[in-house]
C-alpha cells in the first residue's frame, strides 16, 4: 500500500515556475515508477510525465517536453515535477500516481495523490 501526498501548487503568472512535490509513505516507494497526470475543467485526465523506479528513465508529453521536468528521490520517498515557463494552457489539478509498471496510460497506476491546482495567468 502507497499513499500519496500532492503538494507545491498554486497561482503564477504566465513565463513563470513552479515545482510540484508528491510525498509517499511506504518502504516500498523505489519499486514503483512514478508519473504526473493534469485534468483541466472539462476535459480527461492527461499525461504529464513519468519516470521508472530508479529514476534513470523520464518520458514527457509532447506539451511540456523541454519546458518540465520529473525527478525522484527515494532516499525522501519523494517525485517532484519542475514546471518553467508556464502557459495558461497549463492550468490544471496535477495529481501524481504510482504504478508498478507505468505508462503514459492513467490505468496503469495504482495509486493517486490526492491533486494539487496549478492556475497560470496570462
Known amino acids: 500500500q502507497v499513499q500519496l501526498v500532492d503538494s507545491g501548487g498554486g497561482l503564477v503568472q504566465a513565463g513563470g515556475s513552479l515545482r510540484l512535490s508528491c510525498a509517499a509513505s511506504?518502504?516500498?516507494?523505489?519499486?514503483?515508477?512514478m508519473g504526473w497526470f493534469r485534468q483541466a475543467p472539462g476535459k480527461e485526465r492527461e499525461f504529464v510525465a513519468r519516470i521508472s523506479s530508479r529514476g534513470a528513465l523520464t518520458y514527457y508529453a509532447d506539451t511540456v517536453a523541454g519546458r518540465f521536468t520529473i525527478s525522484r528521490d527515494n532516499a525522501k520517498n519523494t517525485v517532484y515535477l519542475q514546471m518553467n515557463s508556464l502557459k495558461p494552457d497549463d492550468t490544471a489539478v496535477y495529481y501524481c500516481?504510482?504504478?508498478?509498471?507505468?505508462?503514459?496510460?492513467?490505468?496503469?497506476?495504482?495509486?493517486w495523490g490526492q491533486g494539487t491546482q496549478v492556475t497560470v495567468s496570462s
Open positions: 500516481a504510482a504504478g508498478t509498471t507505468g505508462s503514459r496510460l492513467a490505468s496503469s497506476y495504482n495509486y
Open positions: 511506504g518502504r516500498t516507494f523505489s519499486s514503483y515508477a
